[in-house]
């Protein structure tokens, strides 16, 4: 059972920046596949970044250099550093982790809430 707790969250104007965080259980932290997703009312949760063990990034297309995920094995924990904030990124923001030995089980955070508002 591995644990993720979100923060970070708050409210921001355009433009501006936030930085989530994701702290995990476990020992085996840096076997984990680390994401963040994101999900407004009335839209799907989509995925806005991750990092594997290694450290190799994938990002959403709508991120376009705002972002950058990053994790830190001897803290356990993720970051999503996000720039250049647009209303449209308005959502909840989920912590994701995926574990081994067959990386098929997942584990989610209960989300934090970023709100991108003038």
């Known amino acids: 059972q591995v644990q993720l707790v979100e923060s970070g969250g708050n409210l921001v104007q355009p433009g501006g920046s936030l930085r989530l965080s994701c702290a995990a259980s476990g020992s085996m932290f840096s076997t984990y596949i680390m994401s963040w997703y994101r999900q407004a009312p009335g839209n799907q949760r989509e995925l806005v970044a991750a990092i594997a063990r290694h450290g190799t990034t994938t990002y959403g297309d709508f991120v376009k250099g705002r972002f950058t995920i990053s994790r830190d094995n001897v803290k356990s924990t993720v970051y999503l550093q996000m720039n250049n904030l647009k209303v449209e990124d308005t959502a909840l923001y989920y912590c994701?982790?995926?574990?081994?030995?067959?990386?098929?089980?997942?584990?989610w955070g209960n989300g934090t809430l970023v709100t991108v508002s003038s």
């Open positions: 994701n982790a995926v574990v081994p030995p067959n990386y098929t089980i997942n584990y």
